[in-house]
């Protein structure tokens, strides 16, 4: 526990123990995503809304990272994707698709820094969005992908190609797509928050 409140110190001392709780006192790898995800979008969601989306998403990174974040994407009345969002995740999809459909075909398992900067900045005009900040995220992307970075700065992914892996990470970001997941992911947050509120005016009687 005191491990716990080191790595994060920020977070209350309630919420740690829903964590320890969670990951069943193991300071294991899945953990130190949990605490990625808290220091990532805790300034932005709820703590006790991540832990239960984590807890909902059976503490896998991916499908958590991808609903946090749609949360945070959207507006409290409306739909809107923000034009980092749409541009990141086509590129994303791109990316997979052709290396879960050319697995031995070595183009596209490289990625050329300076061709990638060219694209984005391209879509970033057309929409208006901010070419630093997709570039850091489709960095870190390729990272948990498992690119490598080399010296020539570019992004090479190795020639053992974990398809499941990839699979998995191609499914969320095709359903982050609002219309198929707003409806249903709204829906699960209204029923928690509903069940929150009842929770706590029994409470209170």
């Not at 739909?79 to 980092?84: D, G, M, P, T, V």
């Not at 541009?87 to 075909?105: D, F, H």
């Not at 900067?117 to 969005?129: G, S």
Request: aromatic share 14%; hydrophobic share 40%; glycine share 2%.
């Amino acid at each position: 526990m005191e491990q716990l409140q080191n790595i994060f110190s920020t977070i209350e001392k309630e919420i740690v123990s829903k964590v320890w709780y969670l990951c069943e006192g193991n300071l294991d790898e899945r953990l130190q995503y949990l605490v990625q995800l808290l220091e990532e979008f805790s300034d932005k969601i709820d703590k006790t809304i991540i832990l239960m989306i984590w807890k909902q998403r059976h503490q896998i990174y991916w499908e958590t990272y991808i609903d946090l974040i749609e949360l945070s994407s959207y507006g409290a009345n409306k739909i809107e994707e923000k034009s980092e969002l749409k541009i990141i995740r086509e590129m994303c999809l791109y990316i997979l698709w052709n290396i879960l459909s050319y697995p031995t075909v070595i183009k596209y398992r490289q990625i050329n820094t300076i061709s990638l900067l060219h694209i984005l900045k391209c879509k970033c005009r057309l929409l208006n969005a901010s070419v630093d900040q997709i570039f850091m995220e489709m960095e870190d992307f390729f990272k948990k992908c498992g690119f490598q970075k080399e010296k020539d700065e570019n992004w090479y992914y190795p020639n053992r190609i974990q398809l499941l892996l990839l699979w998995e990470c191609y499914q969320t970001w095709i359903c982050l797509q609002p219309m198929y997941r707003y409806h249903l992911f709204m829906l699960e947050y209204v029923l928690f928050m509903n069940d929150k509120m009842y929770t706590n005016n029994l409470k209170m009687k």
